[in-house]
């Protein structure tokens, strides 16, 4: 922890930067819901890289993770992959149409007795 004026001036001006950084990213976040890039695809991997990032800097410097021992960057890694494979999962299943091309609408309506 800080225990000069200055280390903890240092401290502050550090986490008032991080919350500019996050409101920089949150606002290109919102941005990007607005814009359509050439592919719907590439605004999904855009917008979970912007999320990431932000999730990393929170987690780096406000939960203090940046100074921990070596077992919470494996925990870390883990999670990291876990969390990636959730992504690419989400991206996978998205790529492919929604609608089944093969399903026909019946032609005439069925009367209720």
Do not use: Q, R
């Not at 986490?15 to 999904?44: D, K, Q």
């Not at 890289?49 to 993770?65: C, D, N, S």
């Not at 929604?98 to 009367?111: K, N, R, S, Y």
């Amino acid at each position: 922890m800080a225990e000069s004026p200055e280390e903890i001036h240092k401290s502050i001006k550090k986490i008032l930067w991080i919350g500019a950084l996050l409101a920089l990213f949150t606002g290109l976040t919102v941005w990007l819901s607005f814009v359509e890039l050439p592919t719907h695809s590439l605004n999904i991997i855009v917008g979970m890289i912007l999320a990431t990032i932000k999730a990393a800097l929170v987690a780096l410097i406000f939960m203090h993770l940046l100074h921990e021992k070596v077992i919470i960057y494996k925990f870390l890694a883990f999670t990291f992959t876990f969390v990636l494979a959730l992504f690419l999962l989400f991206y996978w299943s998205n790529t492919e149409g929604l609608i089944d091309e093969g399903f026909a609408l019946p032609t005439a309506a069925v009367d209720a007795p």
